[in-house]
């Protein structure tokens, strides 16, 4: 079984089915729904122009997204998603990130 660690490991689809054989394997949940939860403020988004961007928060606040992914992978979790649920150009064109890269 794949270590239940941020970051350490990185499944193909050939592994992900191997294990469908074995378990059904969890999906984490919803990201935004536990981003809420923390009550950030426009100071945690990196100032009001990206308050609601919480793909932002991978930059100003990447110790809450890793906090969220821990907890799904400690509630049981085989699989987590990034936080990029908006994370395309149009999106992110309202707050002006479109061609931001890091």
């Not at 660690?5 to 949940?29: F, Q, V």
């Not at 919803?30 to 923390?38: E, I, K, R, S, Y």
């Amino acid at each position: 079984m794949a270590d239940k660690k941020p970051g350490k490991s990185i499944l193909k689809k050939a592994d992900i089915r191997e294990l469908l054989k074995e378990k059904i394997l969890l999906l984490d949940g919803g990201m935004g729904t536990c981003l809420q939860a923390f009550n950030l403020t426009a100071k945690d988004f990196g100032g009001d122009k990206y308050e609601g961007c919480n793909e932002y928060l991978n930059i100003t606040r990447p110790d809450v997204v890793k906090s969220i992914h821990e907890a799904y992978l400690k509630a049981g979790a085989d699989i987590i998603e990034t936080n990029s649920f908006a994370g395309s150009t149009i999106t992110l064109a309202e707050f002006e990130l479109q061609n931001k890269e890091n």
